[in-house]
C-alpha cells in the first residue's frame, strides 16, 4: 500500500524540545510554506505582464501615424515652420505674382521657379530616399564633385505655375517657352505640367474649411478664400537649394561612360 506522510513535523521520540531547534538548524533548511511562495510568484508574473502591456501601448501611442512619415530629402533640414498664415484671396488683391505682363514681374516669377535649380545628391542620399542607382541616372562629372543629378519638387511645381501664368496671357509670351519646343512638344509640356499639379494637389488633399458669405450684389453665397493654412519658410527652402545649387555648363552635363539611355522618359 501507498505509505501516507503528513505535512506537519512530529517531535522525534528520544529527543526533548531544547534539542529540536538545534536539530532544525543543522540538518534542515527553512523555507516558507510552498503556498506563499506560489501566490507571490503569480502576483509577480501579473506585474511583469501588466508592465510589458503598458510598455508596447505608450510606443503604440507614440508611434507615428503614415501621414507623419516624412519621406527623407536632403533638404528636410531646411523645413521650418512658420506657423498659421491666413491666405488672402480677396479678388483683385494685389501681389507682386499677379499683373499685366513686366519685366519685374517675369523676374519675381523667375526666381522661385525658373531652370529647376539642380543641386547634388550622393550615393547614400539616393539611397536614403528609397531609389536605387541605375546607369540611366545623370551624375555630375567628376570635375564637378560628382554625385547625382536632382531638383527639388517645388521648384518644378512653380515652374509649371509660372507656365500656366504665361499662357493665360495669350500672344504676350511666346507660344511655347523653350525655343526647342514645337507646338506639340510645347503642348504636351503643358497637360504634363496641369497633369503634375492635379496629382500634388489630391496627393496632399487640403482640407481646410472655407466658409461662404452673402455679398451685396451676388445672388449665391460667395467662398471666403482669407483662411488659415499651416505653412513652412519658402524662403528657408529657397535658401537651402540656392546654397547647395550645383552650376555646370550645359556642354559639360553629357553621359557617362557607364550611362544607358532609357527608350522613353519615365
Not at 500500500?1 to 524540545?17: C, L, Q
Not at 508611434?63 to 491666405?87: K, Q, T, W
Not at 547625382?148 to 517645388?154: F, P
Not at 509640356?189 to 452673402?214: A, P, S
Amino acid at each position: 500500500m501507498r505509505k501516507e506522510y503528513s505535512a506537519s513535523y512530529s517531535p522525534v521520540d528520544g529527543v526533548d524540545d531544547r534539542d529540536d531547534t538545534n536539530l532544525l538548524d543543522s540538518n534542515t533548511e527553512t523555507r516558507p510554506p510552498k503556498s506563499r511562495i506560489l501566490r507571490w510568484s503569480s502576483w509577480l508574473s501579473h506585474g511583469v505582464l501588466m508592465s510589458i502591456t503598458m510598455v508596447f501601448f505608450v510606443l503604440w501611442v507614440r508611434a507615428p501615424s503614415i501621414d507623419d512619415v516624412v519621406l527623407y530629402s536632403p533638404a528636410n533640414e531646411a523645413i521650418e515652420s512658420i506657423g498659421i498664415i491666413r491666405f488672402n484671396g480677396t479678388l483683385g488683391t494685389p501681389s507682386i505674382y499677379r499683373g499685366s505682363p513686366s519685366p519685374e514681374i517675369d523676374a519675381v516669377w523667375d526666381r522661385i521657379s525658373y531652370d529647376a535649380r539642380p543641386v547634388r545628391m550622393t550615393l547614400e542620399q539616393l539611397l536614403r530616399t528609397g531609389e536605387k542607382p541605375s546607369p540611366v541616372m545623370a551624375r555630375y562629372p567628376d570635375e564637378y564633385g560628382g554625385g547625382y543629378m536632382a531638383t527639388v519638387e517645388v521648384i518644378h511645381q512653380l515652374h509649371c505655375i509660372d507656365m500656366l501664368r504665361r499662357v493665360s496671357w495669350g500672344d504676350h509670351y511666346s507660344h511655347h517657352g523653350d525655343m526647342e519646343e514645337s507646338p506639340e512638344e510645347f503642348r504636351t509640356h503643358l497637360d504634363h505640367c496641369i497633369e503634375m499639379l492635379r496629382q500634388n494637389l489630391m496627393c496632399r488633399g487640403d482640407v481646410t474649411m472655407l466658409t461662404y458669405d452673402w455679398v451685396a450684389g451676388v445672388k449665391t453665397p460667395f467662398p471666403n478664400f482669407n483662411i488659415p493654412h499651416r505653412c513652412r519658410n519658402f524662403e528657408k527652402v529657397l535658401d537651402w537649394v540656392d546654397e547647395h545649387r550645383v552650376f555646370v555648363p550645359r556642354s559639360k552635363m553629357v553621359r557617362l561612360e557607364d550611362n544607358v539611355d532609357l527608350s522613353s522618359p519615365p
